[in-house]
């Protein structure tokens, strides 16, 4: 099977480049140990030889002093003896050492070299052992000038062979020398290498890289990172893009849940509007029949509706009070539908009513005519006001719906606002109708009343007093006091008016002169006036207001017939 090395991940390649990397190492090492090794030998080669040289040299005085000298001591003879022995074991040394033989055997000039000064040694051996056989000293010259011709050859050829030892170990150490400046340059070039590779397969992408996540820190999120699925750095620009995918599908989701939201708040916004709207018309209007046209205006804007209508009961039917979206013969036909409110069994549901078909509607009178204009579905929203229903708004809509559950909130808060407003207006009218007819009874009564203040300050006068105090025209609410009132201080009546504040009922007569209160455009001629003092009180039990009964004694009726005699 065939290893394809482009298709190895970034970590299998970085393994087998260090793999590579160390091998070449361990080779470098291993060469220039094998290299150091051999410079060794020849030192230690170089050694032995010189060695051999020195005893040479040493074996040839000797024997110049044993046959020219003629000095035939035994010592002499030992120390010659001694030095060939030296001489033989160094020879023999080198030829039996392993290490020196492999030396020789890769080096033929410095084996053949070698091998000679071995064979003259041999032949030096040789002559010096005839020395035990010699006759005479002629023949003992013969042997010392052979064996100084053989030592004067070994010398030259050990000076030759150290000379070949010294060239071929320059040679090794300027392999060595060679060798390491390869292995430097080979290192060299081999981290060059890497460099680019490292640059193209890493810091070339990552700067890439970079600049994409610029583009898409700027808001590109279209940008996309290179992808490779032959490098780790291509892998990761994958799960990045994935990632950027991924972020590209939540940002649109994003935006269009954020559209969604906007127009819910902008609906929501319209929905609050329109109930402010309606609760300020509320404010500066007392007529249902505008407030509950703005609520049905609004409903229909609010609920995306079609059409809408608002109906009070009124005698126990419905009566119309306002629509809107209903064509003028819709809205004609519609005044004349007798519409009745739900049946006992839902009427106190006080709740919205959902119908998807308006044929479901109780009333079949309103369903049908609904129908008729072309309507599908509808809601009915209760205006309560204080828990009861006053009436209900119609939504309509030409399609069918099955829920407006999203709408029904604004719905039943625009019916409340709207009830409210109603309801208070008839509270408004009620009290209205009542301070009117108390007004009508206080003006009535046959005898003069004024109410005051703490501080005297007149709070209600009615016609009959006005008349006895000839003000008929004047305003006396509000400017005329009971405590500055010049005649009853004169006639030092205040005491008795100021018991009533006290919580005591007084009664005095009085002659009262109008023309002394001409500043409140009194007039009129003297009177005589009967006044009863009493207090009024509030809801805690204190004194508020007081009360005084004019009786105009001049004018008085028969006993019995006038309601004062009464009093």
Excluded at 131 to 154: K, P, R, Y
Excluded at 168 to 176: A, L
Excluded at 277 to 292: G, H
Excluded at 418 to 447: C, K
């Amino acid at each position: 099977m065939k290893l394809s090395f482009a298709g190895l991940s970034s970590i299998q390649k970085l393994l087998i480049f260090l793999l590579l990397v160390f091998m070449a190492a361990f080779a470098d090492l291993y060469v220039f140990s094998s290299k150091s090794g051999q410079v060794e030998l020849y030192d230690e080669v170089t050694g032995r030889i010189s060695d051999m040289r020195a005893s040479i040299t040493k074996l040839e005085y000797l024997l110049d002093m044993f046959v020219v000298a003629r000095r035939f001591e035994s010592t002499t003879i030992e120390l010659i003896k001694g030095d060939v022995d030296e001489l033989d074991d160094n020879v023999s040394g080198l030829l039996a050492d392993s290490r020196f033989l492999k030396l020789f055997e890769a080096n033929a000039p410095l084996s053949e070299g070698f091998d000679s000064v071995a064979e003259d040694w041999q032949n030096i051996k040789v002559e010096i052992s005839r020395l035990n056989d010699a006759l005479n000293q002629d023949e003992i010259m013969l042997i010392h000038n052979a064996v100084d011709i053989h030592t004067v050859l070994v010398a030259e050829k050990i000076d030759r062979l150290l000379s070949l030892i010294s060239d071929s170990r320059q040679g090794v150490f300027n392999e060595i020398r060679s060798f390491e400046v390869k292995s430097v340059a080979g290192f060299v070039l081999l981290s060059f290498l890497a460099a680019i590779a490292y640059y193209k397969k890493f810091a070339a992408p990552l700067r890439k890289a970079g600049a994409v996540a610029r583009r898409v820190e700027g808001g590109n999120i279209e940008s996309r990172f290179r992808e490779d699925a032959r490098s780790l750095v291509g892998r990761f620009g994958g799960e990045l893009n994935r990632m950027l995918e991924t972020l590209a599908r939540e940002r649109e989701e994003f935006k269009a849940l954020n559209s969604v939201a906007g127009e819910r708040l902008a609906a929501e916004g319209l929905k609050t509007r329109s109930f402010s709207e309606l609760m300020s018309l509320a404010s500066t209007s007392l007529s249902p029949a505008l407030v509950l046209k703005k609520a049905v205006t609004e409903a229909v804007s609010g609920a995306g509706a079609d059409a809408g209508a608002a109906f009070i009961e009124e005698g126990g039917v419905l009566k119309l009070k306002a629509l809107s979206g209903f064509g003028s013969e819709a809205a004609k036909g519609l005044h004349q539908v007798i519409a009745y409110p739900p049946a006992e069994g839902e009427r106190h549901c006080a709740t919205t009513a959902m119908f998807s078909s308006i044929a479901d509607y109780p009333d079949s009178s309103l369903g049908e005519f609904l129908k008729s204009c072309g309507f599908e579905s509808m809601a009915r929203v209760p205006i309560l006001y204080n828990g009861r229903p006053l009436g209900f708004l119609f939504v309509l809509y030409r399609k069918r719906v099955e829920s407006i559950s999203h709408v029904s909130p604004f719905l039943e808060a625009l019916c409340h606002g709207a009830a409210v407003s109603i309801g208070h207006a008839g509270l408004y009218q009620d009290e209205r109708n009542s301070r009117r007819f108390i007004e009508q009874l206080v003006n009535q009564v046959p005898f003069g009343l004024a109410v005051f203040d703490k501080s005297g300050s007149c709070r209600v006068i009615n016609a009959t007093l006005k008349k006895i105090l000839g003000a008929e025209r004047a305003e006396l609410v509000g400017e005329y006091s009971i405590l500055g009132d010049k005649v009853l201080k004169a006639g030092g009546i205040l005491p008795s008016v100021k018991k009533a504040y006290d919580g005591y009922a007084t009664e005095f007569t009085i002659n009262y002169d109008p023309a002394l209160m001409a500043q409140f455009s009194c007039s009129g001629p003297r009177k005589k006036l009967r006044i009863k003092c009493f207090p009024l009180y509030d809801a805690g039990g204190d004194i508020s207001n007081i009360v005084l009964l004019y009786e105009d004694l001049c004018n008085l009726p028969e006993a019995g017939a006038y309601p004062g005699d009464a009093l």
